[in-house]
Structures are given as C-alpha cells and as structure tokens.
C-alpha cells in the first residue's frame, strides 16, 4: 500500500508557510485582535472604552477601501499589516487570537439598499461565509459580528443567515465536540445610553472550554440623554440667518418636512427634530423628535440628518465630533485630520458603517467576565 503520510506532511508544510505568526512570544496578559472589514476598529476601540488599551496587541486588519486603509495605518500598528481585503489576508496560525471583530458589509441586506443578499453583482453578500471560514481556519477564542437586524430577520435572507449559524456551530474541537457557544441578538443603540435609533444584529461566540462564568446580554439603559446633549452647541446666530440646503431635491424635502410640522403645531423651532432630507423623490419626508434616525452611510456621506432647532445638517460644524458621540465613539479630531488619502466625506461614510461602540463595549465586557480574559478588578465597566 502506497503510503501517503510525506505527501500530507508536505502539504501542511506549504499551508504553514501561508499561515500568519505572532512576531514575537504572546504573554498571557495579552489579548491579540484580529479584525476583518476593519473600518474604525471597533476591536481597538472596545478595549480602550473598557480600559484594556495596555493589553491590546492588534494583529491583523483588512478593507477594500484606500482611504479607510490611510486611516489604519495612520492611527493603528498591525503586527502582521494591513491587507486590502478579506480575500487577501492569509489566515493567522490557530488558537492565537483571543477576540475577533468582523461587520461585514451590510449594503447587499439593508432594507434602504437594493437586497440582492449573497446575490449581490459586486459579491459583497459573501461577506458572511468568508467570515465563517476565516473563523473556522483560525479559531479566536471570542468573536463578534455585526450587520443590519434584516440580515437576521428578512425572510430572503434567512436562508443565509441560517448557513452561516449552522457552519460556525459544526466547528468542532480536539475529541469532537462542539467547540463554541453561539448566540445572536438583535439590539437598538438608543437602549443603551445614546438616542439613536440602529438596530443591529450581534452575533456572538466563545469557546466552551474557556467559558468560567454564565455569559448574559447587557440590559437596557434607561433613562436615556436627550438628543440635545449630543448635539453641538446651540447658535442662535445660526437660526436667524436659516441656512438652507443649496440641492434643490434637499430644499424641497426640508420645505415639506417643515410644513408637515407646522400642520401638526409642534413648534421645530425649539424641539430637536431630526429631518430626512435626503430620500429619493417617491419616498414621503420622515422625521423624529428627540431620538437620531439611523445613520447609514449614505446618510453620513450627504451630511445627516437637518435639526429643527439648529437649522442645519448635523456635519454643518467643521468637526465630525457630533456623528461620532451618536456611535459612542470618542476619537480626538488629529485621528481623522489631515490624514492623505482621506476626505471629510470618506470619514463620515466610515462613520455610517462604524460599530455603535456602547452596545459593542458592553457586550464584549459580558463576554470578557464569562470567559475570563478579564476579572472585574482589571476590566472597565462600559
């Protein structure tokens, strides 16, 4: 019988050649991220917002987009670099990553995109199963995922929501057994501490073995800041001029919205009323009063939402300062300025696709207590 064990050992040595390293001796304290859709970082991001900034050791990141990679590489160092996208990052060596963060592209299933899901002709609908399989090949100790709730929810992309679960539920461990936990919630950013309406789909998972406490999804906030709170300084200067939208389609939109206003006699003057003057033509002229409608990316590329009592976009302000409270974000203004290769407008489409950081953190910190990467005496309650 022909043997075949130095062809097979042959082989896993070329995979391992392929395979990323750690450039150097990871300590027990450290907590190496790998992060995939990379945008802002949200694994980064998350461990300064709980305090674990010192421990954090990024190891890979990846995007498609040039200018979001100008901003990685300006603010972040990736052990084992920055790479252009999923696809073309090879996988890291097993077991050494300890948290793993992927929001792979919602446009293919958001309900104010075209909703070709794993159909979509540019084949960003994939995103999820390479995702599973970039999961299957290194095996992080805790992961977390993000998209739009009609990922999850819409009955056209069930099917693939439901192969993605599946799969990452079939990975196995050493003797056979299943090797994660997995969970998925859907959860509203306004329910947590900031009045802006997202919701997203989390999905979760860890690995039994490192599992020494019950894991629980954070519970609802209340009571909530107003909107005001968020906004930038009221000027009054600003109001009495009444700086209108030069775009006609945007003219006429807030012309109506504010008619609609006047109708119902609430008083838009005072009131925080957030607009959407930016929708196509067929679409009627939505508003809300006191809670940010969701900021697609879309939205932040155009320049938000109009408010009623500051009569004007939310990106009137040179500074991006006021989009990013509204994710929970705090980044100081040199991270984002004067980056090459990066406009204001990329950085608030980046914004639009940016994790809501006080649902994240908060979620990772339960998953951090039950599988013990951190005790409460060494971790930051969000």
């Not at 974000?329 to 639009?352: C, D, K, W």
Request: overall charge positive; charged content about 25%.
């Amino acid at each position: 019988m022909r043997n075949t064990m130095p062809a097979a050992r042959a082989k896993t040595r070329r995979v391992c050649k392929h395979l990323l390293k750690p450039k150097c001796r990871v300590k027990k304290t450290d907590i190496p991220l790998g992060s995939d859709y990379t945008g802002l970082d949200p694994g980064i991001m998350i461990l300064k917002k709980l305090g674990l900034q010192d421990r954090a050791r990024p190891m890979y990141g990846s995007d498609s987009a040039a200018y979001v990679r100008a901003f990685l590489k300006q603010n972040y160092k990736y052990e084992n670099g920055l790479f252009k996208s999923i696809q073309s990052r090879p996988p890291m060596k097993p077991n050494v990553i300890t948290f793993y963060a992927a929001g792979f592209e919602c446009q293919p299933f958001s309900l104010m995109g075209l909703q070709q899901g794993e159909k979509d002709k540019s084949g960003r609908g994939l995103g999820a199963l390479e995702v599973t399989i970039k999961i299957a090949q290194e095996r992080p100790q805790i992961f977390v995922l993000e998209n739009v709730r009609a990922f999850a929810t819409m009955k056209k992309h069930k099917e693939l929501f439901r192969k993605m679960m599946a799969d990452l539920r079939k990975l196995r461990d050493h003797i056979g057994k299943p090797q994660y936990h997995i969970e998925h919630k859907v959860l509203n950013t306004k329910d947590y501490g900031i009045p802006h309406s997202r919701r997203r789909v989390y999905i979760i998972g860890f690995k039994v073995s490192s599992q020494v406490a019950p894991f629980s999804w954070p519970r609802p906030t209340p009571p909530r800041p107003t909107a005001s709170e968020f906004l930038d300084k009221h000027d009054p200067k600003l109001v009495r001029q009444r700086v209108f939208p030069t775009a006609f389609r945007a003219l006429e939109r807030l012309t109506s919205g504010l008619k609609i206003l006047k109708k119902q006699k609430i008083d838009f003057k005072r009131r925080t009323i957030f607009i959407d003057i930016d929708g196509g033509p067929k679409r009627p002229v939505d508003y809300k009063e006191g809670v940010c409608m969701c900021l697609t990316r879309n939205r932040r590329a155009a320049g938000g939402w109009w408010v009623s009592n500051r009569m004007r976009r939310m990106t009137a302000q040179e500074t991006a300062q006021e989009m990013l409270k509204f994710q929970g974000i705090q980044l100081p203004s040199e991270a984002y300025h004067n980056v090459e290769g990066l406009t204001r407008r990329q950085f608030q489409m980046m914004i639009g696709n940016s994790w809501s950081l006080n649902v994240a953190s908060k979620i990772t910190y339960h998953l951090f207590l039950a599988t013990g990467v951190a005790t409460k005496q060494q971790i930051r309650a969000p």
